[in-house]
């Protein structure tokens, strides 16, 4: 069909006042539990020079109701690194708590500290005698209004000083808040964005459990798709994932990570980490990945004494094995993805052992785990 395909796309595009395209988005249907050969068939060629993500949206709509259609069950997509609101924002509400977190800060990045101010300085009573502020936001509780005006009088404080003890009970004990802007001193109004952005986070949090979408309990919860009227699960290709991790690795690691370890592991032959994958010589290289976060070199490093990266290595090797899951029971699967999930969660949210509940999370502290450090790993799911 080559022949016909180049006149088709020269047709297409010869008229056109736009870039040629450069990239083409393949769309294939493949078999859930990928048993049978071939795992995945190409229904739909889509060529681009640039795309945004509703545009794939708008494009799967059509082949996931040609499905229905055909009597197959959809039950999710999955895509590669570059599309990232695929995973965390659904056709009709969020679908990832990263995406809440992200919407309340967004709602406050801009705002002066003067209109943040409103919100949270008490200006008289209402017959009740509940705080009146001059500018109402529901998201902010009137005990919250009330417990800042308390600390100004009784202490004779600044408004930032009531703003800022308050902002640290907002952590357990033993923790500090982080700042809304990382690596930056913390300003007054960095101070007001951090607190009206915690509120409006919890307040969507209670909201959507009032709905039944417990995102309290869940990072991420699945959307009933409007399309196909079932639960359409949406996540991201893990090969990807792991060569994030692996660049990541090889960057530094965690803050506890000795990335001599690795060093050491790469001359015992034991291991089969080998030079091009310790340095990455091939950087969109799975296999190399695979080389590096590897059962093998997780237990190198636990019989040399790096206890810590052991574990590490060890947890990404066995979320990347369930991932793919081929070979793996349903249980083993759940295990190893939550060895993962609770690796993250000590960094993200280090009380979560006394403390599991989503609504407490520091929504600052995700741009230094995640962003910095974990590398866009937020955007996993954990079934």
């Excluded at 059509?62 to 069950?73: A, P």
């Excluded at 300085?121 to 800042?148: F, M, W």
């Excluded at 349903?330 to 599991?356: G, V």
Aim: proline share 4%; with cysteine; net charge negative.
């Amino acid at each position: 069909m080559s022949k016909e395909l180049n006149d088709y796309f020269r047709n297409l595009f010869v008229k056109k006042r736009q870039p040629a395209a450069t990239h083409v988005l393949v769309i294939m249907v493949s078999e859930e539990r990928r048993n049978k050969k071939p795992y995945a068939l190409p229904v739909q060629y889509v060529p681009y020079h640039t795309i945004r993500d509703q545009y794939i949206r708008d494009v799967s709509k059509s082949v996931k109701l040609e499905m229905t259609n055909l009597g197959m069950k959809t039950v999710g997509m999955v895509t590669d690194g570059e599309f990232n609101s695929l995973r965390t924002q659904g056709e009709t509400r969020p679908v990832h708590i990263w995406q809440i977190i992200h919407d309340a800060r967004e709602s406050v990045s801009k705002q002066r500290a003067v209109t943040l101010e409103k919100m949270l300085k008490k200006i008289g009573e209402d017959a009740n005698g509940n705080p009146i502020t001059e500018l109402l936001d529901e998201a902010i509780p009137q005990t919250v209004v009330q417990e800042l005006n308390n600390l100004r009088v009784a202490n004779n404080w600044t408004m930032e000083d009531a703003v800022t003890y308050h902002r640290a009970t907002l952590v357990p004990n033993g923790y500090v808040p982080n700042s809304f802007r990382p690596n930056v001193p913390e300003s007054y109004l960095d101070k007001l964005r951090s607190l009206v952005a915690t509120y409006r986070y919890r307040h969507k949090i209670q909201q959507f459990k009032e709905e039944g979408v417990d995102f309290s309990c869940f990072l991420y919860v699945p959307e009933v798709d409007p399309t196909t009227g079932a639960v359409f699960h949406e996540r991201e290709d893990h090969c990807h994932i792991l060569k994030r991790i692996w660049k990541h690795t090889r960057e530094g690691g965690p803050d506890f990570c000795d990335v001599t370890s690795f060093d050491a592991a790469m001359m015992d032959p034991n291991t089969g980490l080998t030079h091009a994958a310790l340095v990455g010589e091939r950087k969109q290289s799975v296999t190399d990945a695979e080389k590096m976060l590897s059962y093998l070199v997780g237990k190198f490093l636990t019989e040399h004494g790096y206890a810590r990266e052991a574990y590490y290595v060890e947890t990404v090797a066995g979320w990347h094995e369930a991932a793919d899951g081929r070979g793996l029971t349903e249980f083993e699967r759940c295990r190893k993805n939550y060895s993962m999930l609770n690796m993250l969660l000590d960094e993200w949210l280090p009380w979560h052992r006394d403390n599991y509940d989503f609504t407490t999370i520091d929504i600052n502290r995700y741009l230094h785990v995640f962003k910095n450090e974990w590398s866009k790993l937020e955007n996993m799911w954990f079934e």
